[in-house]
């Protein structure tokens, strides 16, 4: 089955380094574009960064621009997402999401880790 996993979550305290990864499954990886997404409580979903099929080319929100580094490993079919200086306005469930050439409306989300960024 077609399917997104994410891992890394959990309390984090204000400073410091995160990285969340997802792994990918029933699809092809390498030929899809992976995008992070995050939801913080009583907001909308805020899209974060993207990478293309290769990992040659990456965009990213501007608010946390400097901030964000996104990778893959077509290999090990993962997409890794490392966010510097965790604040607490960070709090929110982050999600990967993967779209692919003729998916159309049919992306496949992970169900999303939740980060809590809290002293």
């Known amino acids: 089955q077609v399917s997104l996993l994410e891992s890394g979550g959990g309390l984090v305290r204000p400073g410091g380094s995160l990285t969340l990864s997802c792994t990918a499954s029933g699809f092809t990886f390498s030929r899809v574009w992976m995008f992070w997404v995050r939801q913080a409580p009583g907001k909308g979903l805020e899209w974060l960064s993207s990478i293309d099929s290769s990992g040659s080319v990456t965009h990213y929100a501007a608010s946390l621009k400097g901030r964000l580094t996104i990778s893959r490993d077509n290999a090990k079919n993962l997409v890794h997402l490392t966010l510097n200086s965790p604040k607490v306005e960070d709090t929110a469930v982050y999600y990967c999401?993967?779209?692919?050439?003729?998916?159309?409306?049919?992306?496949?989300w992970g169900q999303g880790t939740q980060v809590t960024v809290s002293q």
């Open positions: 999401v993967a779209d692919g050439p003729g998916w159309g409306a049919y992306a496949v």
